[in-house]
């Protein structure tokens, strides 16, 4: 029997399942927005070998976590098929120059403009779908699409600043969404694929690097062992990411997200110190406001188990 689709227990309450799922996917952006201050760790170490040692080390955890769920079969196939591998590599190349440009702007005092990104991403997404899959666009999500392109006019007119940084990380993650969409697995598998396929230049980067006297890596104690944790820190909020999609409608898991650069504008500002003037505010404005128009109309339960 199928598991009733609404988000209320019998007793009025979340049922378990529904909180579980919330809880998870609580915590998987939660994670997410705090990666800003992980990376600033090791914002002295370069963004190429940072990226370097977080694909060696989550392929590290997310290849035998694959083994252990039993999803070996999974991981295997993807590799033996030559339409699914080709989409992968694509998605690889993806999820690391994303992974690189984060880090960079973080190391660079840009995490206002990484969390622009993370905010426009949806409806990058939803351009994308219009572009590359036929999807139509309705009058609302155009008037957002409309104030986000604002926002990001206000930045290059007012702020003076072109913010090359968020339009990265926005395009990027929606490629990378658009390809694991023609190729659906499960997400961890997809994570294991992917940093699997990127392991032997990653490893070819940290020994040509280590040879010629570039990497940080074995220089200290600490910041070796913080580049160590880029293997956990990669992998665990996708497991958690995963639980909540296998619990809750992807709506929700959708409309939480905003969780994620809410968490990263407010390091921005409150801890990095980064400044944020009346332009900044004008953009981000256009941009919530953008937001806002897209979110607003939700149909259905906003949380509850897919059907």
């Known amino acids: ?106 190391g660079t005092d840009r995490t206002l403009q990484s969390s622009m990104g993370y905010f426009i991403f949806p409806l990058v997404m939803v351009g994308f779908g219009r572009v590359f899959l036929g999807e139509r666009l309705d009058r609302r999500q155009a008037v957002a699409m409309g104030l986000v392109f604002a926002g990001v006019a206000v930045m290059v007119l007012r702020v003076g600043e072109f913010p090359w940084i968020a339009l990265v990380l926005a395009v990027t993650f929606s490629l990378y969404g658009l390809l694991r969409k023609l190729a659906p697995t499960q997400a961890l598998v997809g994570l294991a694929v992917e940093t699997t396929l990127l392991a032997p230049p990653a490893f070819v980067a940290v020994a040509v690097g280590g040879l010629a006297g570039w990497t940080a890596f074995g220089r200290d104690a600490a910041e070796s062992l913080s580049l160590i944790a880029a293997g956990p820190v990669t992998a665990l909020p996708l497991l958690l990411f995963a639980m909540a999609t296998r619990r809750l409608r992807l709506g929700t898991v959708g409309l939480m997200q905003f969780i994620n650069p809410s968490i990263q504008f407010a390091v921005a500002v409150l801890v990095f110190g980064e400044p944020f003037t009346g332009a900044h505010l004008l953009a981000f404005g256009c941009i919530w406001c953008g937001l806002a128009v897209y979110a607003w109309p939700v149909r259905g339960p906003p949380v509850g188990r897919p059907r």
Request: charged fraction near 10%; glycine fraction near 6%.
């Open 1 to 106: 029997m199928t598991a009733p689709s609404s988000d209320a227990a019998p007793a009025g309450g979340l049922s378990p399942t529904v909180r579980a799922g919330l809880l998870s996917a609580a915590a998987a952006y939660g994670i997410w927005g705090l990666f800003t201050l992980y990376f600033k760790l090791v914002a002295d170490v370069p963004p190429w070998e940072v990226v370097a040692h977080r694909i060696l080390w989550a392929m590290a955890v997310t290849v035998p976590a694959v083994l252990l769920i039993g999803r070996r079969r999974d991981f295997l196939e993807v590799l033996a098929t030559p339409r699914l591998l080709r989409i992968f590599v694509a998605s690889a190349a993806m999820v690391s120059l994303n992974w690189m440009t984060f880090v960079h702007a973080v």
